[in-house]
């Protein structure tokens, strides 16, 4: 599947984040629904690619800490944050930095595909140039790169044209992280982009994610410990008591979380006994 | 030649048609004129406001004063009446006689209409109503009274007629009402609108416009009512018109020739507003009394000799005089075939001295070599000539009166065009109680008049169905089914 | 911020005041999307203020009798609005009386009882039928409709009269009443009630019409215990969003009442007068009754404003308005 | 599917769909049977016992009467909840049918009444040659409808952009003026039209303005009408646009204003295009306001800034009150070409609505 | 818990299906939405007074197959089955026989909880018997001992009056459980029960439906193997390939298929390699 893009050289585009992946670190993130506070002192560093598995049950912060990551969490209204992000160094949340650029840099796949109904295959891939006003030379070859790498390439190169709504979930997941791969961001962020899709989709993506780990850092939010285990080289298990913000319990190596959690709560979860 | 610039003119509805056809005429020659009819009133205003370029007007601006109604401004804008078209109001009624029948062929004489309408005569078995119609009289009801809601310049003409035949009647009837929604009236100044409240405004059926008073007062669904039209109107529905007696004695209705033999005695005020005493009180055989003009309002310095500039566009009092000019000759052809009647030449002649004014240049003198107007030649063109009245027929009214003719009127009253009127008697389970002189001397016409039910009660619809019957039939039939069901449930369980 | 995540609650640190750099475009777009919205705002309040400027000669002329006087009489420079108003309240509670019932039903029959395809076909026609023009509705009432109402009317009066709203004088006219102008006006109401109630029973979870229905209940079942408690905010609201528009119906009212203002419980007798109609049939007025005119539509314009307003207060507070799935 | 179909039926019988219709036939042969024996009952004892006083108290008689048997007969079948849901059932249906037939009746007689005399010359000249006493075939409706046309896209030139950006900043700004703004814009909807007409007349045809009637009159009136009801119809069809959709587009970096010029108004462009030609079809046929503001007029005018300009409902208007029997018969033509002209706005909707809008309006819902 | 419930003389319903648990078998059943064919030929027994969990990946038709159990599936326009399902040897598909009538006796609970929000949690419990024309003398009795049996009366005993949206979810949920269990059906069907649950909430209605067990046949739906494994005597798996109908793979003791199944994609499927 690979081998058409090792042979050819890899498109740039102009404009957008400097090549590469990058390390993702917070320190100290609160996040706070109004008055509530959802998300308590997370510090956490993803590493240059390698792909970290944010796990933990419904409702302990996962989303709000992801979207903390990119500056998605501003835009829900009355929600605030304290801490640093700090990508490859640079805080995200420093005075003067454009939301914009930070979110350019840090790509995001959601929970449900959500591509562009009123755009092309086509246009959807290559939505982030226009939207964000990156240029590249070669367009066709851009989105070609993309879609390979997203895994889709295959499937809907005879019908670029065709409205994006009218693939199946999985292949429209996939479109949406050819969509986000095309600006060619230095982290990419997903939030359990499988949960809404079914077995083959879901292998297919995890495939996915294994490959572009090379070329950017993944984080991932999942509820299938299989998963987690299956695709991430770190893991960070969030927890939210009654009533109390989510804190990180317990992070490290896959391996470790799985085979050896420090901590009971996290020796439960992981293996099925709740959530 | 001359450069015409379009003008616009609102008001009167009661000569919207006539005004469709001479701008239908104008707008052909290339003379850009516009009428929208929105009532006397809106005209008036609309002309003192500058919106529109003329009105046209039946109610003059002295009724609208007084009845609060604006025309300040069109003073002060300053204007002059023109005479346009005749035209006459029509009594239209709805009267049943004791059997039940539509009257249609009432008679009445200037004096009554004017008496019924300043609410003199108040009930339809008034001697004064059967006197002019074979005697008989007709039901004990009172008098619904059917006119215009709101201000209307028909109104005021009609009323001006009601205050000239019966000066008495109408004196009390104003004093009565003055702070009834007819406003305060100066002497000489005619309502434009008519009680909405007090002792006579519960007699009254007000409608919005003169089309609604036709349909209803055709389609008979206001019992024992008597209203005033515009006679187009009366004729597009067919509604019942009273024959009216002028004061030669006979009795007409508003057809073009018997408008245009009334309005020979028209006689103009130094306004040119119409001082009408003498068409109430025309001599011609033919006159319909009721009669009347309707003016164009063009403006005007203060006095009459300086009209000239009142349109600072030179291009409007161009269009505006041959609009009137054409009014006054062509406009006129088609008048009668559209229920109106053309100006007589006097008439005729006062358009053109008015536009004389406008323009400051001597009037053109009108002749039948000029003037299309067909009065110009003695005749009125299509559709002018009345029909015959069917009393006359059978020996004129007064002779119909007369109690020895008895059984006369009844086979002369079938003669009439589509008559029932006369009223047959009715002899029927009830009519036995006799009520009165007047009743039995007229043959029976209405002797259970007391018993009878409005029209309105009988027949169509749901009427006759009461409540009472729907439950009692419902019960009946239910009743059976409950039981059945409580009867077959009882089996089962046994 | 710099103590670990451990035992001890930290206090938590002060929240970061967020300062993003707006791009020019952004910038600009809310420059521009600010005007239009301002731009309505400041509409309205020049509408709402000329109307007020305007009345003003007539509420100095008849005072806080403008609202206690019952005739609009320019005769006397008295001007009134309360037999106006009187006939435009009444004019449209008849109508909605009479369309709130059916447009349930219609309702329910879209949402629940119809065949998707008889669904989807129904919707679109309640929807065409909303937009035909009150000047037909009025033109087909008047001229087709009203000699059917007056046996109805006269049913009623007959068999009902002891019921003070359907007394009538004797030998009184039936036709052209306050009665015959509210059920022609409640035909154009009811597409519109129709429409929005439809819209909101749609909206009921169907979680809770599956509960119901897994319960063995019956589909009548179903709509009382789910449907119609769901729906009750949608009925209310679009009851008076009809009202809202009955209040405004003009041409229709205009061609069928006298326009005569007064005062009567004699609904189904010959008379009446709103407030729309009535500045319809007086169009042209000027000087104080035209200022009265506009303070008669002002009274109007608040009139509807507040049943508007309440209408969708009711809606948004109500569980389907706000689109909570509970 | 018909791979599979092919393939189990070479395995076994092919499977047989069930029926699971909530009426059984007896249910049918019930109904179909109190129909019967309540039309028959009502027959005989309105016409036979007694004197029915016409179709419509035998109509509500029979009605009755088919509701009670429906009741009672059911009930004794299948039990008082049944027995009800049946009857409920049988009131909405003949409520919902009792409130289309009025309905339809009115388009059915429009048409009977207008289509006789509707020639194609009608759309070919105005009424400035035409007398009054001309026959109702060769009435001219071009002035009218050109005005109605002119007035409307005037309007459209108004609303349109004023009614989207302000739908725009109802949905997808954060200034804290948006509350009142729509507070306004759902005050300003329930602006009565008459109101409107009333006030484009005080305000600028009538001295100090002066500025005379004219079809921009009528327009700016219009526009009164037509733009809160745009503005809230295009915030609904905004707010349907799922959040996700803006999100996707922001976490690519985009800028607000990109968001939505190239993602929010694109996806929602179906439901745009429907709230403004329901905007349309809601001002074309409004009369009162022209009352006041146009003026009218016989001859064509095409120019709707100044003079005054004829437009279909003020045609209608206009005619149904004169006093010939002709006239009338042009009034019901006008109403024809109205309740036409409507219908192929609507039919527009539908065109536009089947393209791809519906396919997507249906996701949220079938989402939640 | 059971003290209470035990100690007394249980609270029986008139008019509703008769007491006992049933066993439901499905024969032959297929189900199409539209022309599409999504279940294929399923025949399965879910014998009475056992619990009997439908496990399969997103999407192969576990909730259409339950709905047809209970006559729900006909509610979906252009839904159309083929089959039979036996209630104690009974079609309830038969002609003749009303779906109100399966579906008092066959109960169900949803994915999500829909307790009528309007009602006080009194009604709620009793808004079947309203609905169905159930009759009860002991109304009160009935409340306590549906939730009792749902596990819910400590928690809610003092405010019985108070509307049941009022509720946390997990309690909403067994609310539910109270209200269809109020009815006394003979099987009662849940729908992935616990999907939109926390931890707690989870356990305790695992615990419920162990306890009602020998009241009613259970039949639940679930995507988490532990929870599938806990609770139930009985497992079907069901599988669908793309585009192709959901078929039932493989069925029998929970114990089988968890730990000795025969066909490869179970083993695949209930550790977590998919889905
Ligand atoms: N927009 C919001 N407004 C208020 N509270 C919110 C909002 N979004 C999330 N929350 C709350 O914040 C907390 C964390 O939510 P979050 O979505 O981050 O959880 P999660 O771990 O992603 O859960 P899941 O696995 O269900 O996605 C939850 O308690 C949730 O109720
Ligand atoms: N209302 C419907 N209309 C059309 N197709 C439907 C409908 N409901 C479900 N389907 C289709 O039927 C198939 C089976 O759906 P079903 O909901 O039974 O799956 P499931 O096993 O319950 O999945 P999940 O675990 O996600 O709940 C799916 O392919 C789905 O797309
Ligand atoms: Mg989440
Ligand atoms: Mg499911």
Redesign the interface.
Same mark, same amino acid.
């Given at each position: 599947m690979t081998e058409t893009l090792e042979a050819r050289e890899p498109v740039r585009v102009l404009g957008g984040p400097p090549p590469g992946a990058a390390t993702l670190e917070a320190r100290g993130v609160h996040a706070w629904f109004g008055d509530r506070l959802v998300l308590e002192d997370v510090t956490l560093a993803m590493p240059a690619n390698e792909v970290t598995a944010l796990i933990g049950p419904s409702g302990c912060g996962k989303s709000t800490f992801l979207r903390i990551l990119n500056r998605m969490h501003e835009l829900v209204a009355a929600a605030s944050l304290a801490g640093e992000v700090l990508l490859d160094g640079d805080d995200i949340y420093a005075e003067g930095t454009r939301a914009q650029h930070a979110r350019l840099r840090i790509g995001m796949v959601f929970q449900k595909p959500n591509p562009f109904p009123a755009m092309s295959i086509r246009d959807n891939v290559l939505a982030g140039l226009k939207l964000a006003g990156v240029k590249c030379a070669d367009k066709d070859g851009l989105v070609e790169q993309s879609l390979e790498r997203a895994g889709l390439w295959r499937e809907v190169r005879d019908r670029l044209n065709s409205p994006g709504g009218a693939l199946s979930g999985g292949q429209q997941q996939r479109l949406c992280i050819a969509r986000s791969l095309a600006v060619q961001p230095n982290v990419l962020l997903m939030d359990e982009p499988c949960s809404a899709l079914d077995p083959t989709s879901t292998r297919r993506i995890e495939q996915t994610i294994v490959e572009i780990s090379d070329e950017v850092t993944v984080v991932i939010v999942t509820h299938n410990m299989q998963q987690a285990q299956r695709v991430s080289h770190h893991c960070a298990f969030f927890l939210a008591g009654e009533n109390e913000p989510g804190r990180v319990v317990e992070h490290g190596s896959t391996e470790q979380i799985f085979e050896n959690p420090e901590d009971s709560r996290t020796h439960d979860y992981v293996h099925g006994r709740f959530g | 030649a001359e450069a015409f610039s379009q003008v616009n003119g609102s008001g009167s509805t009661y000569v919207g048609l006539a005004m469709s056809d001479w701008q239908n005429g104008a707008n052909s020659r290339g003379i850009p004129v516009n009428y929208s009819a929105l009532g006397s009133p809106a005209g008036v205003n609309q002309y003192g406001d500058h919106t529109v370029d003329f009105a046209g007007t039946e109610a003059e601006v002295s009724s609208l004063e007084a009845a609060g109604g604006g025309g300040a401004t069109a003073k002060q804008r300053g204007y002059q009446y023109v005479p346009d078209v005749a035209g006459a109001v029509a009594v239209m009624y709805n009267v049943t006689d004791a059997g039940g029948r539509r009257v249609d062929t009432l008679h009445l004489t200037r004096d009554v209409v004017a008496r019924i309408f300043a609410r003199q005569i108040t009930r339809w078995s008034d001697p004064a109503i059967s006197a002019t119609n074979g005697g008989f009289a007709l039901p004990d009801q009172p008098i619904t009274l059917v006119g215009r809601s709101g201000q209307s310049g028909t109104t005021a003409l009609f009323y001006d007629f009601v205050a000239h035949v019966a000066p008495g009647p109408y004196g009390a009837f104003i004093a009565r009402n003055v702070d009834k929604g007819i406003g305060p009236l100066p002497s000489g100044v005619r309502p434009i609108q008519l009680p909405t409240r007090g002792p006579d405004a519960d007699f009254y059926r007000l409608f919005a416009d003169s089309d609604q008073i036709a349909q209803t007062l055709a389609n008979g669904s206001v019992p024992f009512s008597i209203g005033y039209d515009e006679f187009g109107y009366a004729k597009k529905y067919n509604a019942p018109t009273a024959w009216v007696e002028n004061q030669a004695g006979k009795y007409t209705l508003p057809y073009a020739a018997n408008i245009a033999a009334a309005l020979t005695k028209a006689n103009l005020r130094p306004d040119l507003s119409q001082e009408l005493s003498g068409v109430y009180a025309n001599p011609d055989p033919s006159a319909y009394p009721i009669s009347a003009y309707s003016y164009l309002m063009t403006p005007c310095g203060a006095g009459r000799d300086t009209c000239k500039g009142g349109y600072p566009d030179g291009a409007k009092a161009d269009t505006m005089t041959a609009f009137i000019e054409h009014v006054a000759c062509d406009g006129q052809i088609n008048m009668a075939r559209i229920g109106y009647s053309p100006l007589p030449p006097n008439l005729s002649q006062e358009m053109m001295n008015a536009n004389a004014r406008l323009t400051g240049r001597p009037a053109k003198q009108l002749n039948a070599g000029n003037c299309a107007n067909p009065t110009f030649r003695g005749s009125l063109g299509a559709g002018a000539t009345a029909p015959q009245d069917p009393f006359a027929a059978m020996g004129g009214v007064d002779a119909l009166t007369h109690p020895g003719n008895g059984g006369g009127p009844k086979a002369g009253a079938k003669e009439g065009p589509k008559s029932s009127a006369g009223a047959q008697a009715s002899n029927g389970p009830g009519a036995s109680s006799s009520n009165g002189p007047d009743a039995s001397e007229a043959n029976g016409g209405s002797r259970d008049w007391r018993n009878a039910e409005p029209a309105a009660y009988q027949g169509s619809g749901l009427g006759g169905f009461g409540a009472w019957a729907a439950l009692v039939l419902f019960a009946a039939i239910c009743v059976p089914l409950v039981v059945r069901g409580i009867v077959r449930r009882f089996r089962r369980t046994e | 911020m710099t103590v670990s995540s451990s035992a001890s609650v930290p206090a938590p640190p002060d929240r970061l005041v967020l300062a993003d750099l707006p791009s020019r475009a952004d910038r600009l777009f809310r420059r521009v999307t600010s005007g239009a919205g301002l731009s309505v705002l400041a509409l309205l309040i020049v509408i709402g203020f000329f109307l007020v400027y305007r009345s003003v000669p007539a509420f100095e002329a008849s005072g806080f009798g403008f609202f206690t006087t019952i005739q609009f009489d320019p005769a006397s420079g008295h001007f009134g609005v309360l037999g106006l108003l009187y006939g435009t309240v009444v004019v449209a509670l008849i109508a909605v009386a009479v369309a709130v019932p059916f447009s349930v039903l219609a309702a329910l029959f879209i949402s629940d009882y119809a065949s998707p395809r008889v669904r989807g076909f129904l919707t679109g026609l309640v929807d065409l039928l909303a937009a035909i023009p009150s000047l037909l509705y009025g033109l087909w009432g008047f001229s087709f409709l009203r000699p059917y109402i007056t046996p109805l009317s006269q049913w009623l009066t007959g068999n009902l009269g002891w019921f003070p709203l359907f007394e009538t004088k004797p030998g009184a006219v039936l036709f052209n009443s306050m009665f015959v102008a509210g059920l022609v006006v409640s035909l154009m109401v009811i597409p519109i009630t129709t429409s929005v109630i439809r819209e909101v029973f749609t909206q009921t979870p169907p979680g809770e019409k599956e509960a119901a229905l897994a319960l063995g209940s019956t589909r009548w079942g179903m709509v009382r215990t789910v449907v119609l408690p769901f729906g009750r905010g949608g009925i209310v609201g679009g009851s008076m969003l009809g009202l809202g528009r009955a209040l405004g119906e003009t041409i229709a009212v205009s061609l069928l009442l006298p326009q005569v203002p007064e005062l009567t419980t004699h609904l189904l007798e010959f008379g009446g007068a709103t407030i729309s109609g009535f500045v319809a049939n007086n169009a042209g007025q000027s000087g104080p009754a035209l200022s009265g005119l506009m303070a008669a539509g002002l009274v109007l314009f608040a009139f509807t404003l507040a049943t508007n307003f309440t209408a969708s207060v009711i809606i948004s507070r109500s569980r389907s308005g706000a689109g909570v799935d509970a | 599917?018909t791979a599979?179909?092919i393939r189990?039926e070479q395995a076994?019988p092919a499977?047989?769909?069930?029926?699971?219709s909530?009426t059984?036939p007896?249910d049918r042969l019930v109904a179909l049977g109190c129909a019967v024996s309540a039309t028959l009952?009502t027959w005989f004892?309105?016409h036979q016992l007694?004197? #029915?006083?016409?179709w419509?108290?035998d109509l509500? @008689?029979a009605y009755?009467?088919y509701l009670?048997?429906l009741y009672?007969v059911t009930?004794?079948r299948?039990?008082?909840?049944?027995a009800?849901?049946k009857l409920? &059932?049988a009131?909405?249906?003949s409520?919902?049918v009792?409130?289309?037939i009025?309905?339809l009746?009115?388009?059915g007689?429009?048409v009977v009444k207008g289509v006789p005399s509707l020639r194609l010359a009608f759309f070919g000249h105005d009424?400035?040659?035409?007398?009054?006493?001309d026959p109702a075939t060769a009435t001219g409706g071009l002035h009218a409808i050109v005005g109605t046309l002119e007035q409307t896209a005037l309007a459209l030139v108004f609303v349109v952009?004023?009614g989207v950006?302000?739908a725009?900043?109802?949905n997808?700004?954060? #200034?804290r003026?948006?509350r009142?703004?729509r507070i306004?814009?759902?005050?300003?909807?329930?602006?009565? &039209?008459?109101?409107a007409g009333?006030?484009v007349?005080?305000?600028l045809?009538?001295?100090p303005a002066?500025l005379?009637?004219s079809g921009f009159m009528a327009t700016l009136a219009l526009t009164?009408i037509m733009?809160?009801t745009v503005?809230r119809t295009v915030d609904v069809v905004l707010r349907l646009v799922?959040d996700?959709?803006r999100?996707? #587009?922001?976490?690519?970096?985009?800028?607000?204003?990109?968001?939505?010029w #190239?993602?929010v108004l694109?996806?929602a462009?179906t439901g745009v295009s429907t709230a403004i030609i329901?905007g349309i079809?809601?001002v074309?046929?409004?009369?009162?306001p022209l009352?006041?503001t146009s003026?009218?007029?016989?001859?064509m005018n095409y120019n709707p800034f100044s003079?005054?300009q004829e437009s279909l409902?003020r045609f @209608?208007?206009?005619y149904?009150?004169?006093?010939?029997?002709s006239?009338q018969e042009r009034?019901y033509i006008g109403?024809l070409v109205?309740?036409l002209l409507?219908?192929a706005?609507?039919a527009l909707t539908?065109l536009i609505g089947r393209t791809?809008w519906s396919?997507?309006r249906t996701k949220p819902r079938s989402?939640?």
């Amino acid at each position: 599947m690979t081998e058409t893009l090792e042979a050819r050289e890899p498109v740039r585009v102009l404009g957008g984040p400097p090549p590469g992946a990058a390390t993702l670190e917070a320190r100290g993130v609160h996040a706070w629904f109004g008055d509530r506070l959802v998300l308590e002192d997370v510090t956490l560093a993803m590493p240059a690619n390698e792909v970290t598995a944010l796990i933990g049950p419904s409702g302990c912060g996962k989303s709000t800490f992801l979207r903390i990551l990119n500056r998605m969490h501003e835009l829900v209204a009355a929600a605030s944050l304290a801490g640093e992000v700090l990508l490859d160094g640079d805080d995200i949340y420093a005075e003067g930095t454009r939301a914009q650029h930070a979110r350019l840099r840090i790509g995001m796949v959601f929970q449900k595909p959500n591509p562009f109904p009123a755009m092309s295959i086509r246009d959807n891939v290559l939505a982030g140039l226009k939207l964000a006003g990156v240029k590249c030379a070669d367009k066709d070859g851009l989105v070609e790169q993309s879609l390979e790498r997203a895994g889709l390439w295959r499937e809907v190169r005879d019908r670029l044209n065709s409205p994006g709504g009218a693939l199946s979930g999985g292949q429209q997941q996939r479109l949406c992280i050819a969509r986000s791969l095309a600006v060619q961001p230095n982290v990419l962020l997903m939030d359990e982009p499988c949960s809404a899709l079914d077995p083959t989709s879901t292998r297919r993506i995890e495939q996915t994610i294994v490959e572009i780990s090379d070329e950017v850092t993944v984080v991932i939010v999942t509820h299938n410990m299989q998963q987690a285990q299956r695709v991430s080289h770190h893991c960070a298990f969030f927890l939210a008591g009654e009533n109390e913000p989510g804190r990180v319990v317990e992070h490290g190596s896959t391996e470790q979380i799985f085979e050896n959690p420090e901590d009971s709560r996290t020796h439960d979860y992981v293996h099925g006994r709740f959530g | 030649a001359e450069a015409f610039s379009q003008v616009n003119g609102s008001g009167s509805t009661y000569v919207g048609l006539a005004m469709s056809d001479w701008q239908n005429g104008a707008n052909s020659r290339g003379i850009p004129v516009n009428y929208s009819a929105l009532g006397s009133p809106a005209g008036v205003n609309q002309y003192g406001d500058h919106t529109v370029d003329f009105a046209g007007t039946e109610a003059e601006v002295s009724s609208l004063e007084a009845a609060g109604g604006g025309g300040a401004t069109a003073k002060q804008r300053g204007y002059q009446y023109v005479p346009d078209v005749a035209g006459a109001v029509a009594v239209m009624y709805n009267v049943t006689d004791a059997g039940g029948r539509r009257v249609d062929t009432l008679h009445l004489t200037r004096d009554v209409v004017a008496r019924i309408f300043a609410r003199q005569i108040t009930r339809w078995s008034d001697p004064a109503i059967s006197a002019t119609n074979g005697g008989f009289a007709l039901p004990d009801q009172p008098i619904t009274l059917v006119g215009r809601s709101g201000q209307s310049g028909t109104t005021a003409l009609f009323y001006d007629f009601v205050a000239h035949v019966a000066p008495g009647p109408y004196g009390a009837f104003i004093a009565r009402n003055v702070d009834k929604g007819i406003g305060p009236l100066p002497s000489g100044v005619r309502p434009i609108q008519l009680p909405t409240r007090g002792p006579d405004a519960d007699f009254y059926r007000l409608f919005a416009d003169s089309d609604q008073i036709a349909q209803t007062l055709a389609n008979g669904s206001v019992p024992f009512s008597i209203g005033y039209d515009e006679f187009g109107y009366a004729k597009k529905y067919n509604a019942p018109t009273a024959w009216v007696e002028n004061q030669a004695g006979k009795y007409t209705l508003p057809y073009a020739a018997n408008i245009a033999a009334a309005l020979t005695k028209a006689n103009l005020r130094p306004d040119l507003s119409q001082e009408l005493s003498g068409v109430y009180a025309n001599p011609d055989p033919s006159a319909y009394p009721i009669s009347a003009y309707s003016y164009l309002m063009t403006p005007c310095g203060a006095g009459r000799d300086t009209c000239k500039g009142g349109y600072p566009d030179g291009a409007k009092a161009d269009t505006m005089t041959a609009f009137i000019e054409h009014v006054a000759c062509d406009g006129q052809i088609n008048m009668a075939r559209i229920g109106y009647s053309p100006l007589p030449p006097n008439l005729s002649q006062e358009m053109m001295n008015a536009n004389a004014r406008l323009t400051g240049r001597p009037a053109k003198q009108l002749n039948a070599g000029n003037c299309a107007n067909p009065t110009f030649r003695g005749s009125l063109g299509a559709g002018a000539t009345a029909p015959q009245d069917p009393f006359a027929a059978m020996g004129g009214v007064d002779a119909l009166t007369h109690p020895g003719n008895g059984g006369g009127p009844k086979a002369g009253a079938k003669e009439g065009p589509k008559s029932s009127a006369g009223a047959q008697a009715s002899n029927g389970p009830g009519a036995s109680s006799s009520n009165g002189p007047d009743a039995s001397e007229a043959n029976g016409g209405s002797r259970d008049w007391r018993n009878a039910e409005p029209a309105a009660y009988q027949g169509s619809g749901l009427g006759g169905f009461g409540a009472w019957a729907a439950l009692v039939l419902f019960a009946a039939i239910c009743v059976p089914l409950v039981v059945r069901g409580i009867v077959r449930r009882f089996r089962r369980t046994e | 911020m710099t103590v670990s995540s451990s035992a001890s609650v930290p206090a938590p640190p002060d929240r970061l005041v967020l300062a993003d750099l707006p791009s020019r475009a952004d910038r600009l777009f809310r420059r521009v999307t600010s005007g239009a919205g301002l731009s309505v705002l400041a509409l309205l309040i020049v509408i709402g203020f000329f109307l007020v400027y305007r009345s003003v000669p007539a509420f100095e002329a008849s005072g806080f009798g403008f609202f206690t006087t019952i005739q609009f009489d320019p005769a006397s420079g008295h001007f009134g609005v309360l037999g106006l108003l009187y006939g435009t309240v009444v004019v449209a509670l008849i109508a909605v009386a009479v369309a709130v019932p059916f447009s349930v039903l219609a309702a329910l029959f879209i949402s629940d009882y119809a065949s998707p395809r008889v669904r989807g076909f129904l919707t679109g026609l309640v929807d065409l039928l909303a937009a035909i023009p009150s000047l037909l509705y009025g033109l087909w009432g008047f001229s087709f409709l009203r000699p059917y109402i007056t046996p109805l009317s006269q049913w009623l009066t007959g068999n009902l009269g002891w019921f003070p709203l359907f007394e009538t004088k004797p030998g009184a006219v039936l036709f052209n009443s306050m009665f015959v102008a509210g059920l022609v006006v409640s035909l154009m109401v009811i597409p519109i009630t129709t429409s929005v109630i439809r819209e909101v029973f749609t909206q009921t979870p169907p979680g809770e019409k599956e509960a119901a229905l897994a319960l063995g209940s019956t589909r009548w079942g179903m709509v009382r215990t789910v449907v119609l408690p769901f729906g009750r905010g949608g009925i209310v609201g679009g009851s008076m969003l009809g009202l809202g528009r009955a209040l405004g119906e003009t041409i229709a009212v205009s061609l069928l009442l006298p326009q005569v203002p007064e005062l009567t419980t004699h609904l189904l007798e010959f008379g009446g007068a709103t407030i729309s109609g009535f500045v319809a049939n007086n169009a042209g007025q000027s000087g104080p009754a035209l200022s009265g005119l506009m303070a008669a539509g002002l009274v109007l314009f608040a009139f509807t404003l507040a049943t508007n307003f309440t209408a969708s207060v009711i809606i948004s507070r109500s569980r389907s308005g706000a689109g909570v799935d509970a | 599917m018909t791979a599979t179909e092919i393939r189990v039926e070479q395995a076994r019988p092919a499977p047989v769909r069930r029926r699971t219709s909530a009426t059984t036939p007896q249910d049918r042969l019930v109904a179909l049977g109190c129909a019967v024996s309540a039309t028959l009952l009502t027959w005989f004892v309105m016409h036979q016992l007694l004197v #029915s006083p016409g179709w419509l108290a035998d109509l509500v @008689v029979a009605y009755l009467l088919y509701l009670g048997m429906l009741y009672l007969v059911t009930r004794d079948r299948l039990g008082r909840l049944a027995a009800f849901d049946k009857l409920v &059932s049988a009131v909405v249906v003949s409520g919902a049918v009792g409130l289309l037939i009025p309905l339809l009746f009115l388009l059915g007689y429009i048409v009977v009444k207008g289509v006789p005399s509707l020639r194609l010359a009608f759309f070919g000249h105005d009424m400035s040659a035409v007398a009054p006493t001309d026959p109702a075939t060769a009435t001219g409706g071009l002035h009218a409808i050109v005005g109605t046309l002119e007035q409307t896209a005037l309007a459209l030139v108004f609303v349109v952009p004023l009614g989207v950006l302000t739908a725009v900043f109802l949905n997808e700004t954060r #200034s804290r003026f948006r509350r009142p703004v729509r507070i306004f814009v759902d005050a300003m909807s329930g602006l009565p &039209s008459v109101v409107a007409g009333l006030f484009v007349y005080a305000a600028l045809i009538l001295p100090p303005a002066q500025l005379g009637f004219s079809g921009f009159m009528a327009t700016l009136a219009l526009t009164m009408i037509m733009l809160p009801t745009v503005t809230r119809t295009v915030d609904v069809v905004l707010r349907l646009v799922p959040d996700g959709l803006r999100e996707a #587009s922001l976490a690519l970096g985009a800028s607000r204003a990109r968001t939505v010029w #190239s993602v929010v108004l694109p996806t929602a462009r179906t439901g745009v295009s429907t709230a403004i030609i329901l905007g349309i079809a809601r001002v074309v046929g409004e009369t009162a306001p022209l009352l006041f503001t146009s003026f009218g007029t016989l001859s064509m005018n095409y120019n709707p800034f100044s003079e005054p300009q004829e437009s279909l409902p003020r045609f @209608v208007y206009r005619y149904i009150k004169e006093p010939l029997a002709s006239a009338q018969e042009r009034g019901y033509i006008g109403a024809l070409v109205l309740i036409l002209l409507i219908f192929a706005l609507f039919a527009l909707t539908r065109l536009i609505g089947r393209t791809r809008w519906s396919a997507r309006r249906t996701k949220p819902r079938s989402a939640r």
